[in-house]
Structures are given as C-alpha cells and as structure tokens.
T-cell receptor
C-alpha cells in the first residue's frame, strides 16, 4: 500500500504564479485534509473534505482552493502564490467511520520568491 | 474553543536520560481523541499513539510511555533511557469525536546528545 502520496516534494514558485499540490490516498478513507507547517506554529488546517464533492475551510484557507472529485484525490491549488505561502504542506487522510488515526503524506516544501 | 499547548519549545538531554514532554489541552467536548506524532529530521510525521477521552489508562510501549489525566487536561509523553534516534520534533494533537480535524500544539524539539 502506498498510503498517502504527495507530489511534488519540493517546489519554488515566483510571486503570482499558480500551482497545484497533488495528494492521493489508496486506503478508501473518507476524510482528507491539507495542513501547513510553519516554524513555531505547529500544523494548521487549511481545507478539509469529508467525502467526494464535499469540502470546507479550515483555520487558514485564504489563498488556497480545493476540490474533491474522487475519494482518492484531494489537490490543493494556489491561484496566485505569495511569499507568505512559503511553508511545508502536508496532506492527510483518515477514516472516522473505522476510527483511524490521520495518515500523512511525506510533505511538500514550497518556497515562494 | 479547542487548543493544545506544548510549553516546552526545545529540550536537550544526554543519551540515557529520561525526558518528559508536556501537553496540555483545552476542549469543551466530552468525547475526543489525543495523539502524539514524531517528526524526525527527515520531515515525515510518524504516528505514535492515540488515546480517547474515555480511557485514562496509562500506556507503555517499549521506552515510550504516556500519562493521560483528564483532571488536569494533560497528556504527557515520557521517553525512558533516551537515544540519539529519539531526536525529533514531537507534536501533541487533539481531535473531536466524529471529525477529522486535528488541532496541533506548536511542537517540542528534542535533542539527544551522545
């Protein structure tokens, strides 16, 4: 099992560029989430989804869009990157139905210059 | 509001010392889950333990042990006889029942010197 797969691992963007961080899971989990990790702030929830077609905002949603067209995939879009979005991004999946812990991807280190 | 506080930003110990990482949480929910994750220098998040609010029994797993006390809203993590490989950032997290949303503490960086 691959678990949660995030791509890319590293990315450098120029201010104003757009990009999509990919996240896929193969565990049939209904919940998927995106977190960002910044020094001294732990991980903060950006957006989450409780199932295909359903998304909602987390603590720090501004500047990010998500969609969930399938159970497996949950991409995170930056429409116009800003230096404040320099961070490490983690995708996670879990199943509240069978009460699992959150499984995290390997992370994407994004730098916006 | 839910909140997790890890007051210890950084801890340094010498190998074989015991070390306790503190975690204090706030929630109005009666049913919730608490977690500890380890983030080694390679950057991934490694799940260590989950504890639900109904189960205050302490847990031991090898050199790791966890002390959950609802009366003080604490879920502390102790490493016995620390090793260099324990060097990492450790996160405590809180999750309400029937949701996926995790509230993380700011983490404690543990450095174990040989």
């Amino acid at each position: 099992n691959a678990g949660v797969t995030q791509t890319p691992k590293f990315q450098v963007l120029k201010t104003g560029q757009s990009m999509t961080l990919q996240c896929a899971q193969d565990m049939n989990h209904e919940y998927m989430s995106w977190y960002r990790q910044d020094p001294g702030m732990g991980l903060r929830l950006i957006h989450y989804s409780v199932g295909a077609g359903i998304t909602d905002q987390g603590e720090v949603p501004n500047g990010y869009n998500v969609s969930r067209s399938t159970t497996e995939d949950f991409p995170l879009r930056l429409l116009s990157a800003a230096p404040s979005q320099t961070s490490v991004y983690f995708c996670a999946s879990s199943s509240v139905r069978v009460n699992t812990e959150a499984f995290f991807g390997q992370g994407t280190r994004l730098t916006v210059v | 509001a839910q909140k997790v506080t890890q007051a210890q930003t950084e801890i340094s110990v010498v190998e074989k010392e015991d070390v306790t990482l503190d975690c204090v949480y706030e929630t109005r929910d009666t049913t919730y889950y608490l977690f500890w994750y380890k983030q080694p220098p390679s950057g991934e998040l490694v799940f260590l333990i989950r504890r639900n609010s109904f189960d205050e029994q302490n847990e031991i797993s090898g050199r790791y042990s966890w002390n959950f006390q609802k009366s003080t809203s604490s879920f502390n993590f102790t490493i016995t006889a620390s090793q260099v490989v324990d060097s990492a950032v450790y996160f405590c997290a809180l999750r309400a029942y029937n949701t996926d949303k995790l509230i993380f503490g700011t983490g404690t960086r543990l450095q174990v010197f040989p």
